[in-house]
């Protein structure tokens, strides 16, 4: 059986349209974790600097944190829930986890 030129050079774009799409799938899901990790780092800076003012005592929650020492509560880029914890724990994402384990 003879397979037709135009038909492989059809079959090679396909295929690399294919890879492609998985590259960019790729890069668009570590660029989230990458931003959801500097917002985890701003939160936690956040939460030990109310630590530090409040003799030790954690945040009870995001309310405590803006305005006062961040402008407003970040968000994960993908849809993931933080969570503060305590003092000495890092904060964590429900997608991406924390820091400290990544
Ligand atoms: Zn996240």
Not at 68 to 91: N, Q
Request: proline residues 7%; glycine residues 8%.
């Amino acid at each position: 059986m003879r397979i037709d030129s135009g038909f492989k050079v059809t079959l090679i774009v396909v295929i690399a349209l294919i890879l492609l799409a998985g590259l960019l799938v790729r890069r668009v899901r570590q660029n989230r974790e990458t931003r959801c990790i500097d917002r985890m780092y701003l939160l936690q800076s956040a939460k030990e600097q109310y630590g530090l003012d409040h003799e030790g005592a954690p945040p009870a929650g995001f309310d405590d944190l803006a305005p006062i020492y961040l402008p407003a509560i970040p968000e994960c880029p993908s849809g993931g829930r933080y969570t503060l914890g305590a003092l000495d724990a890092w904060v964590s994402c429900s997608k991406h986890g924390s820091p400290d384990e990544l």
